[in-house]
Structures are given as structure tokens and as C-alpha cells.
């Protein structure tokens, strides 16, 4: 069994998607598509714009959805079908592509709601009151723990589950670097704060939150065509009504994606495959279950050798 997962923010790079879009009609329609529901040429930033500009979260979370729907489109030239994975996940906002590469969302939809997203979640704290760190080294339990003794009446929350030695805190600033010296204590690995404008996945993003429900009320969700794994429950889910209601939870809730993994895993998935730019969750994946395989697949040769892999096995 295999799944297709979904970067988050981070994976972004000048130049992503291009080959592809160059190579596949298909996945050039997708860039031209959103370009078009934005009412701005992103697509011209993607690859030739400043990173800086790129890596603004109201820019990085539609652009990195764009560019996994293009290889998504690019497989389905290839004669690959998104039924031909038992689950799609994504790490926060790559839960929109798996919806949208699963036909729970529109593309256009899926563009407009980053857009929101993105630019509620840089709103919602001032810049340099809030941060987040990397707390490399140490359980998720542990630290928890540890975010509870930072936190001395600020916010300090895990936020980002990803791997059993990858935990990332959220919350006010001060809170946040108490934790980065309280887990070095503890014997973290390392702790560093993490180059972010906000902090993401934690109950500080709760004005994000109320704009998110009202942008997600006015959208219509399918059910999914394979059911997606959210970041909030850990479990697959294919019910509209319950993923809208996910969506919204997960701005200011834990990215669960160890124990999504662990899902997947347990369900039967072998194979796991990283649609887009990057591979970060492809490093996770290992971390998480060393039985599992993961593959990155963002050129036009990755999406060549998937689509033979997979005649190969059918």
C-alpha cells in the first residue's frame, strides 16, 4: 500500500514547479489556475521572484500548494490516478493539498483559503511577540513538559509533532526561548528558534481560527476521493462537515504528523511518497517507522519513474 503526502511551510524554493510546468500542460494549468483564483501572477514569484517574497507566508502556503497539484497533475498525465494511494496527508497547510489533490477541494478554493490562511495567521501576532523552536532530541511527552515549565503565564504549546525526535514549541516569545534553555537542560540535542514571523499551531492563532471557519463556511468540501489523514486526529477522515470542522482546529492545534505516519503504517502503508518541493517529510517518514520507504517526487523525472514503478506493480 502506498500514500502521497504533502509539504508544509519550509519546503519552499525559487524555481519549484518550473521543469514540471515546462514538461506537462497539465501541471502548467494548475500554476495558471491558481495565478488566476489569487488575481496575481504567483507564479511568476515562484520562479523568478525573491525568496524573501516567496517565503511570506500569505505567498509560501498557496505557492507550495500549487506546486504539489502540478505534480500531481503531471502524474495523472503519466497515467497515475490519486486512488492509486490508500491514504493522502499533508504537514498543516499541505493538509489543503491533500484535499485538493483528493478532489475534496477545488484548486481555486484550495488557493483563496492559503491565501486567507496565510495572511490571518501572519495577523493574528504582532511580528517578534510570538516564535517558534526546534526541539531536537527529545519525546513528545517530555516536551510538553517542558513547554508547561516555560510558559510561566505566556503561551508555550507543542505544536509540531514530527518525528520521535523532532518536537516543535509555539507561543510567546519569551515563553518559547525559556524552553529552548529548559530542554537543553532536559538533554536536547539541539534547540533552536526557528526563522518563522508567527507563531503557527498554537492557541495564539486563535483570532486565525475565526477566520478561517467564516472563509471555510463559504467553500464547498467533497468527500475525498482516499481518505486524508488529518493532522489533528491522526486517523483518516472523508466526511465534509468533520473535515471543516478539523481544518479550522488545526490553526491553533498540534500537528500530530509521528503519529499520522504511524497511521498510515499500521493501516498497511509500505510506501510513502512526498508530492512537491522538498524533502523534509520524506526524512520524517524514516524517522517515524524505518520499515517504511519514502520517496520525493517534484521533477519530471521523479513523476517518470513513479508512474513506471507503479505499472511495474499493477
Known sequence: MRAFVFPGQGAQAIGMGKALADAYPA?????????????EPLSKLIWEGELADLTLTANAQPALMATSL???RALDAEGVKVTSASFVAGHSLGEYSALAAAGALSIADTARLLRARGTAMQEAVPVGVGAMAALLGLDFETVRSVAEDAAQGEVCEAANDNDPAQVVVSGHKAAVERAVEIAKAKGAKRAVLLPVSAPFHCSLMAPAAEVMATALEAVAISEPAVPVVSNVKAEGVTDPDEIRALLIQQITGSVRW?????????????DVFEIGAGKALSGMVKRVDR???ATAV???DDVQALAAKIKEET
Open 291 to 293: 520499515a517504511l520507504t
Open 27 to 39: 501541471a502548467k494549468a494548475v500554476f495558471d489556475e491558481v495565478d488566476d483564483a489569487l488575481g
Open 70 to 72: 502540478a505534480v500531481m
Open 298 to 300: 517534484s521533477t519530471p
Open 258 to 270: 509521528r503519529e499520522s505516519v504511524a497511521f498510515m503504517a499500521a493501516q498497511g502503508v509500505t
